[in-house]
């Protein structure tokens, strides 16, 4: 089966613009996670959902970060603005079902921001 | 919240050898534990993972051990390759049944040097 896609691959902005990011579930996959990864370190859960309802979205700085997933498919997560703070490796991982023995969580290949 | 420390930070190995990577949480309601591998410019691939009534799981050359009492787990590599260098991940997740939330450790990066 297909992996997680995300686009784009690479992202370079300036301070205080606005950037979004696009990923693309596992068929079949009812949840989806955005993850952010700062350089050096494990990626850490911005967001979940659960089909198109968010189900934990603590850890999200929410001035200025925003997830939708219409449909309950794709899923678009977008900065605005751009901190020099939020250069990361931005992860999306889908699992089947969360809190089961299908819960495996399949990351795709990350977005790479760098922000000036 | 849920807290996981991940030793050692660095690795290196010769080829053949085996490679230990150990991490502790903090949270006792943690029920669930994968390891990631993750190689460059690529997101992190689940290589093994055990839950918490299980104490050891093996999968030809890796294998996790947990002891719950310590709140610890281990990644072993036997026989270690080349190809095995990489940043390696624990994580631990609390999983109610319908949620699952990952909190990853800082990473390991292996070296395996011929």
């Known amino acids: 089966e297909a992996g997680v896609a995300q686009s784009p691959r690479y992202k370079i902005i300036e301070k205080r613009q606005s950037v979004a990011f696009w990923c693309n579930p596992i068929?079949?996959?009812?949840?989806l996670y955005w993850y952010q990864q700062i350089l050096g370190q494990g990626p850490k859960l911005l967001i979940q959902?659960?089909?198109?309802?968010?189900?934990?979205d603590s850890q999200l700085p929410k001035d200025r970060f925003s997830a939708e997933r219409l449909k309950g498919v794709d899923s678009t997560l977008k900065i605005q603005p751009a901190k020099l703070e939020d250069s990361a490796v931005y992860l999306c991982?889908?699992?089947?079902?969360?809190?089961?023995?299908?819960?495996?969580?399949?990351f795709g290949p990350g977005t790479r921001l760098l922000v000036l | 919240g849920e807290n996981v420390e991940q030793h050692p930070s660095t690795l290196s190995v010769q080829e053949g050898d085996s490679a230990v990577i150990k991490c502790t949480y903090s949270?006792?309601?943690?029920?669930?534990f994968p390891w990631y591998k993750q190689e460059l410019g690529k997101g992190p691939q689940l290589i093994i993972d055990?839950?918490?009534?299980?104490g050891e799981k093996k999968d030809q050359r890796i294998a996790v051990t947990l002891n719950k009492t310590a709140k610890h787990f281990s990644l072993h590599i036997t026989e270690t390759q080349p190809e095995d260098s990489a940043v390696y991940f624990c994580?631990?997740?609390?999983?109610?049944?319908?949620?699952?939330?990952?909190?990853f450790g800082t990473g390991t990066r292996l070296q395996v040097t011929l």
């Open positions: 959902f659960q089909n198109n309802g968010v189900v934990d």
């Open positions: 055990i839950r918490s009534n299980v």
């Open positions: 991982a889908s699992s089947r079902k969360p809190g089961t023995r299908e819960e495996t969580q399949y």
């Open positions: 994580a631990a997740s609390i999983n109610t049944g319908t949620a699952s939330k990952l909190t």
């Open positions: 949270d006792s309601a943690s029920n669930y």
């Open positions: 068929s079949g996959h009812a949840t």
